[in-house]
């Protein structure tokens, strides 16, 4: 749990007016979390719900349970669902934070902009969306259950790709472009195997698809493997040192700001403003 200490830091420097914010952080702490959520609902599930494992909607469609089968049901989920709600926040800031990076970055061109702009607010989206797999429980919808977090792989990926358009050749890590090709292979059939799965799955007689089950498997488990090495392997950047302080806005003024009798002559206009009420309902 580094990164989520890392986070905890980084808020806890609010106080002194200068926060150094290193986005890096946030997704990792996201992925922590993840994990977390995991290893609780997979335990949840097997002590108090041990026949889901054997026999549920997912496994019948694709022949193997994916490692969401353990948060998919009560009372798995009511621990898991509150956890990914601060999974999403995590991942929606680091976006943030790498897209105000990126814009001031000197290198940066409109081009580049635009591009970690869109893929980043799609991906934030697309992290809000996949709570539906929280929403749509596997016997009410199992399809809509299934893209809902499916969606999440392809955006993310493209977002993975934005932090290497975003960077210079020299910051990308040795090995990354490799690893950037089995990522994207593991995402793209991952999702083109569970597409296909449910999508040709007959109810009636539960037939599965015509993908082979190992294979659907592999790419999946490999998509989660590589989530837990893309930290490694994403491009070097810097941190965002931000600045906070007190500032006057249209509904406060600070006293240091305010100009000599301000205050006073205010206070006098809403007690000539009262008196004129007064009157007027009279």
Request: hydrophobic share 50%; aromatic share 14%.
């Amino acid at each position: 749990m580094k990164a989520v200490f890392a986070v905890l830091s980084t808020m806890r420097q609010a106080g002194t007016g200068s926060v150094m914010n290193n986005p890096e952080n946030y997704a990792a702490a996201g992925g922590e979390l993840l994990v977390l959520a995991m290893l609780i609902s997979w335990g949840m599930t097997y002590f108090f719900d041990h026949e889901l494992i054997h026999d549920n909607e997912l496994k019948k469609r694709v022949g193997y349970n994916n490692l969401c089968v353990g948060w998919d049901e009560a009372p798995a989920k009511l621990v898991a669902a509150p956890l990914f709600v601060l999974i999403i926040w995590l991942n929606a800031r680091y976006m943030q934070l790498d897209f105000w990076r990126a814009s001031l970055t000197p290198t940066s061109t409109p081009w580049v902009h635009l591009m970690v702009m869109t893929a980043n607010f799609a991906n934030a989206l697309s992290w809000v969306a996949c709570c539906l797999i929280f929403v749509v429980s596997p016997k009410e919808n199992a399809t809509l259950h299934t893209f809902a977090f499916v969606q999440l792989v392809v955006f993310g990926y493209i977002a993975y790709i934005a932090n290497f358009l975003e960077t210079e050749a020299v910051y990308h890590p040795r090995g990354s472009y490799v690893f950037l090709f089995f990522f994207g292979l593991a995402s793209l059939s991952f999702g083109a195997c569970a597409i296909i799965q449910f999508l040709t799955y007959d109810e009636e007689t539960e037939t599965p698809g015509p993908v082979p089950w190992y294979v659907t498997a592999v790419s999946d488990y490999a998509w989660f493997g590589c989530l837990g090495i893309q930290g490694y392997m994403r491009p070097a950047a810097p941190s965002l040192r931000v600045t906070y302080s007190l500032a006057t806005d249209d509904d406060f003024v600070i006293q240091e700001d305010a100009e000599p009798g301000l205050c006073e002559n205010q206070a006098l206009k809403e007690r000539v403003a009262e008196l004129e009420k007064e009157l007027a309902d009279r």
